[in-house]
C-alpha cells in the first residue's frame, strides 16, 4: 500500500503562483510514476502533469509552459510549481501514483484562482 499526503492549495490572484507538494509513503518502491490530476466543478478528473521514475514529464497542452513538476532529493516526494494562473485552473488537484497494478490518491487539495 501507498499513502499519498497532498498540500500546498489556496486562493490566488490572476497570475499568480502556488506550488503544490505530495509525499509518498509506505511501498514506495512499486511506484513507477507520480503526479497530479485535477476536477473542476462538473468536470471530468483531468491530468495534469507526471513524471516517471525515470525522470520523464508529461503535461497537458492547457499548463504547458505554466507548469513545471519535479522531484524532491527524496524520490518519494513531488512538486508541482504552478504560474501565471488563470480562473480556467481553478479545480481540486488530486496528487496520483502509478504502481504495477492500481493507482493511489491524495485527499486533494483547492486551487482557487480569482479574476
Known amino acids: 500500500q501507498v499513502q499519498l499526503a497532498d498540500s500546498g492549495g489556496g486562493l490566488v490572484q490572476f497570475g499568480g503562483s502556488l506550488r503544490l507538494s505530495c509525499a509518498a509513503s509506505?511501498?514506495?518502491?512499486?511506484?513507477?510514476?507520480m503526479g497530479w490530476y485535477r476536477q473542476a466543478p462538473g468536470e471530468e478528473r483531468e491530468l495534469v502533469a507526471i513524471?516517471?521514475?525515470?525522470?520523464?514529464?508529461n503535461y497537458a497542452d492547457s499548463v504547458k509552459g505554466r507548469f513545471t513538476i519535479t522531484r524532491g532529493d527524496a524520490r518519494s516526494v513531488v512538486y508541482l510549481q504552478m504560474n501565471s494562473l488563470t480562473p480556467e485552473d481553478t479545480a481540486v488537484y488530486y496528487c496520483?501514483?502509478?504502481?504495477?497494478?492500481?493507482?493511489?490518491w491524495g485527499r486533494g487539495s483547492q486551487v482557487t484562482v480569482s479574476s
Open positions: 509506505g511501498s514506495i518502491d512499486t511506484i513507477y510514476a
Open positions: 513524471i516517471t521514475s525515470g525522470g520523464t514529464t
Open positions: 496520483n501514483a502509478k504502481g504495477p497494478l492500481t493507482e493511489y
